[in-house]
């Protein structure tokens, strides 16, 4: 009875699916423009298994998708991991000045290998919802944890529900052009049709051979993947299609929701390194089959987390959502820990590891606070200007060079290890805490675990500080209160402590 209320059969025609998602779903995202930079940018491509240098089809501009979540239950550490590091990659490209158009899709449609229960379908009917009200559920903690995370959102999230026409007509497409045939109800991919097959998923050919082998039942090969199911009776998610009630395969959202928003080729497509086969190699498989031109130049893949060594499973009841990792360790500490490494490297959760994350966040955060404190320490260092050039540098090179972070980390706690020492010696003025400041929260764009909330320190307002101090230890309180008071106006506040005065943003 419960799913018969449920069944539904959606219609794709009209405005469910629209050109573009509603501007609310796009986020156009301020990180301050800077110059574009010219150097090299290099990334580990895995279509090639090389590190390439990145040329984007458009000087300046970046065409950018990742693959997002299916929405049946809350993001798992795992997933955050495969967000994060692209949450990196859209910062720093962003950043070094590039234009950056990331889209990332939201697989809210059932997605089935063979027909049985699809895990949205299951989940609604475990809480007792409509599906789409669960679908709606599971997309808003979704974001919300993006949020938690500070996970940027990509420009574009659209929802494969809303794109069912889209896809029915690169279906079309694709029977058009020889590469898929329908089959009682089911359309399938002719794998052997598609001389690239497994060409970036390297699969040993001995397998492929396998895969082309002729089967005489509803599909032509072993390894042809399905475009549209048609729906099991009762079936709550299904949709008109020109061969029956049903609903798409999955890959087949990502090659028509990425080549509609974008056009091709992407520059880079991302996901974690388990979605390479099938799900990339047929997305290649479906886009290039469609459209005659080439996909993807530059595939990006994540590793994966692991749990105390082991592989993060529900059968090993080691699933660790993101809520429950923030709550236990704190936002900052999971952000550091997750991007701390570099993206190809896995990494593995523990009491030691989380707790590392923990102090080097505290030993940062302690920095800023450290060179906030405004207390002109000595003579202009020369040294320390030097220092900072040197740092930017390093930064730079080594994101340059396929997103490096532990390199491009060493080289900030280089800066912070030498500002310390220069404050403990009192070789440090506060030109150099400025430069110093706004430097670390430079960075903090990309690593955003410092609270750049606190805004930017100027020299102007540094000056209004030292000058109130400087009015307050003559005892003219009266002069200083009212300087208090101009720097509130300007959205900051000034405490007096043991060490000097300290602002913060209000
Ligand atoms: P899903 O919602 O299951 O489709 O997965 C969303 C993303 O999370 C995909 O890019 C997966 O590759 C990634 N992912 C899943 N498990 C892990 C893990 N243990 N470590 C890193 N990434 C993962
Ligand atoms: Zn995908």
New binding site residues.
């Given amino acids: 009875m419960f799913l018969s209320n449920l069944t539904k059969i959606y219609s794709c025609s009209g405005g469910r699916t629209a050109m573009r998602p509603p501007a609310e779903r796009r986020n156009r995202v301020r990180l301050s423009a800077r110059a574009f930079s010219d150097k090299m940018l290099k990334v580990y491509n895995t279509l090639t298994r090389k590190k390439e240098e990145f040329v984007p089809r458009e000087k300046g501009n970046v065409y950018m998708y990742v693959?997002?979540?299916?929405v049946y239950g809350l993001m798992?550490i795992?997933?955050a991991?495969?967000?994060m590091t692209f949450d990196i990659i859209y910062r720093y490209l962003k950043w070094r000045g590039f234009k950056v158009n990331y889209v990332q899709n939201v697989?809210d449609v059932g997605h089935l290998t063979d027909i049985g229960e699809d895990k949205i379908i299951k989940g609604a009917k475990k809480l007792g919802m409509e599906v789409t009200d669960f679908a709606n559920l599971m997309i808003k903690n979704y974001f919300e944890d993006l949020k938690s995370l500070d996970i940027l959102k990509p420009d574009l999230t659209p929802r494969a529900s809303e794109h069912i026409q889209d896809m029915i007509d690169v279906i079309k497409k694709l029977i058009k052009n020889g590469y898929a045939y329908e089959s009682e109800g089911y359309v399938y991919f002719d794998i052997s049709k598609f001389k690239n097959y497994g060409k970036i998923s390297k699969q040993d050919p001995e397998y492929l051979e396998k895969q082309r082998k002729e089967t005489h039942g509803r599909k032509r090969h072993e390894g042809d993947f399905v475009l549209w199911f048609p729906a099991p009776e009762n079936y709550p998610l299904k949709w008109k299609s020109p061969w029956s009630v049903g609903f798409p395969g999955w890959h087949i959202e990502c090659s028509t929701m990425s080549s509609k928003y974008l056009g091709l080729p992407l520059d880079i497509h991302g996901?974690?390194?388990?979605?390479i086969f099938p799900h990339h190699e047929d997305e290649v498989a479906q886009a290039e089959g469609a459209t005659g031109k080439k996909f993807c130049n530059y595939w990006l893949h994540?590793?994966?987390?692991l749990i105390r060594g082991e592989k993060?499973a529900k059968s090993l009841g080691n699933v660790i959502s993101a809520r429950d990792a923030i709550k236990k360790y704190g936002r900052k500490a999971v952000r550091y820990f997750l991007i701390s490494s570099h993206y190809r490297t896995e990494i593995n959760l523990t009491d030691e590891s989380i707790k590392s994350a923990q102090n080097t966040v505290k030993k940062l955060i302690d920095f800023v606070d450290r060179i906030q404190e405004i207390k002109p320490k000595g003579k202009y260092n020369e040294k320390l200007k030097k220092k900072i050039t040197e740092t930017k540098e390093k930064f730079e090179k080594n994101m340059d060079d396929d997103f490096n972070m532990p390199l491009a980390l060493a080289a900030i706690f280089d800066l912070v290890n030498e500002t310390n020492k220069a404050i403990n010696e009192k070789k440090i003025s506060k030109e150099n805490l400025v430069e110093i400041y706004e430097t670390v929260m430079d960075f903090d764009k990309v690593l955003s675990i410092l609270e750049h909330e606190k805004g930017k320190l100027t020299k102007e307002m540094m000056d209004l500080i030292i000058k109130r101090e400087g009015y307050r230890k003559r005892g003219d309180f009266e002069t200083a209160d009212k300087i208090r008071e101009e720097l509130r106006k300007r959205g900051y506040i000034v405490e007096d402590g043991p060490e000097g005065p300290r602002w913060r943003k209000i």
């Fill in positions: 693959c997002g979540p299916t798992h795992g997933n991991r495969t967000f697989t996901g974690g390194k388990d979605l994540g590793e994966f987390i993060m």
